[in-house]
């Protein structure tokens, strides 16, 4: 009897220690396993870089993001390897996270920039290296690294760019023509006209038949803003694919030119008609709906148009389509000019200012309309105030827009001559009476059409310019 309950209590006791065991391994062993385990992740940080090219220029700026999930960060390094030298670029001790991973660092970006002269590194093959690593126990507490080693070319010299036309006579809200050659591949070039950028197109098949990478020859259509006077700045850019930027001036000469002003009263008969075909919101609760609806159309409307015609001229060929002036409506008559500064009253209250940024034209009702120089249709369709629109792309970010047409004759895509009749004169969109809104539009900027229409001015600005960049280069 007495060896049974022995026996009992002997059972009893070592039950005891196995369930102690067992609570010692779900309490202590197994989260010990799993912190430990989480700690010797495997997985290395991730490093994402921006290098377009493999060039290196004098001042280098490298966009570079570093993440890791499960560690978090420790350690960044960038630099560069040059005969066998090794310059730092930028290098970041990351803290270390909490007991409970709080505070720990999973990503970040920088903007790595240096002065390679400052560091003494000279034109050449070199190799960029970027180290990341993350707090990871994996190899000897030292963690998961992420090694990018790319060869790259160190360039520290800047692009020399020689203007080749002469003259440059710009007027207020008119347009130019510039021809420049740079002395090495660009990754961009072109012509700043205060802010607005005019991108270089290559002169090859134009200026020059063969590819010169000495020498290259650029064109570019430049337009100066109705609102930009003889104080803007004009000059050319190249920067190389090295990053390396060279800004070169040139001559030039800005006539100051005063635009007309017109005063337009609107009448509620004239609002009630015309508003009529445009379908907008209105604030229920306004005083006077047709002027708050006249305000949208005239004034955001025509905003959102004006922006979705400028758009459309983002895609343009490289082809110089056109050749000689430009063809103005037939027999018609001019009822508003490029850029007239409009005021609008209703009721004796001026209620709205705008700028017409094109010129009117009127012939007999229904008119045909034809296209003012060869290119390739880029559009056809409506475009709100604008009505029925025909957009005609001449080349290298020259367009010609044809407004308030009553119908179209031809299709996207579609290659027309020089006065192919492309449509007919209408009323469509916010248009009083019968007649042809007609704009031209360079580089995204709508200039003045009447330079395009003269044949001297043609001659004087771009073909002499141009056959005078021949002979240089033969």
């Known amino acids: 009897m007495e060896k049974t309950e022995c026996n009992l209590l002997e059972n009893k006791f070592k039950n005891l220690n196995l369930r102690f065991f067992l609570a010692v391994c779900i309490l202590v062993v197994l989260p010990l396993g799993w912190f430990v385990l989480g700690k010797l992740e495997g997985e290395d940080p991730s490093v994402e870089f921006d290098l377009p090219f493999p060039a290196i220029g004098a001042t280098p700026n490298l966009p570079v993001t570093v993440s890791d999930n499960k560690s978090g ?27 409970f991973g709080t505070g720990r660092i999973s990503k970040e970006s920088f903007n790595i920039s ?16 970027i180290s990341a690593r993350d707090y990871s126990w994996r190899r000897w507490w030292n963690g998961n690294r992420t090694l990018i080693e790319k060869e790259v070319t ?7 760019v020689d203007v080749m036309s002469k003259i440059h006579n710009i007027i207020q809200g008119g347009a130019g023509f510039v021809i420049y050659r740079v002395s090495e591949p660009c990754a961009k070039s072109g012509v700043y006209v205060g802010e607005n950028f005019f991108p270089g197109y290559s002169a090859r ?22 609102r930009q006077g003889g104080e803007t700045d004009i000059f050319v850019q190249a920067s190389d694919y090295a990053g390396n930027i060279r800004k070169e001036g040139f001559r030039y000469f800005i006539r100051k030119k005063t635009f007309k002003k ?4 609107l009448s509620d008969k004239f609002l009630d008609w015309e508003l009529s075909e ?14 708050e609806k006249f305000l949208a159309i005239n004034r955001d409307l025509r905003e959102a148009n004006y922006r979705q015609l400028i758009g459309i001229t983002k895609n343009t060929d490289q082809t110089l389509y056109w050749e000689g002036a430009f063809i103005r409506l037939p027999k018609s008559a001019g009822r508003a000019g490029f850029a007239d500064h409009r005021e609008y009253r209703y009721e004796g209250r001026t209620i709205d200012h705008q700028v017409h940024l094109g010129v009117d034209l009127a012939s007999l009702a229904n008119s045909p309309v034809p296209a003012a120089n060869r290119g390739r249709v ?51 969109g916010l248009a009083v009476g019968d007649h042809l809104h007609f704009g031209i539009i360079v580089g995204g900027i709508f200039v003045n059409p009447i330079e395009w229409w003269d044949k001297a001015w043609i001659k004087n600005n771009i073909s002499n310019k141009i056959k005078d960049a021949k002979a240089e280069l033969n």
Do not use: C
């Open 73 to 99: 960060l420790r350690h960044l390094w960038v630099g560069l390897i040059k005969n066998d030298k090794e310059f730092v670029f930028f290098e970041k001790n990351f803290p270390p996270a909490g007991m």
């Open 114 to 129: 240096a002065n390679l002269k400052d560091k003494g590194i000279n034109d050449g093959k070199a190799v960029l290296r």
């Open 154 to 160: 160190v360039d520290n010299r800047p692009p020399s």
């Open 205 to 226: 098949n134009i200026i020059t038949s063969k590819y010169n990478k000495e020498a290259e020859v650029f064109i570019a259509f430049i337009a100066l803003d109705y």
């Open 278 to 291: 445009f379908n907008v919101n209105v604030p229920q609760d306004t005083s006077a709906p047709q002027v």
């Open 262 to 265: 017109d005063v337009l009263n």
């Open 378 to 428: 880029a559009f056809v369709g409506d475009i709100g105030i604008y009505g029925h629109t025909i957009m005609i792309d001449h080349g290298f970010g020259l367009f010609s827009t044809y407004s308030h047409l009553s119908d179209s004759e031809v299709k996207d895509g579609q290659i027309v001559s020089k006065g192919d009749i492309i449509g007919h004169t209408g009323t469509t």
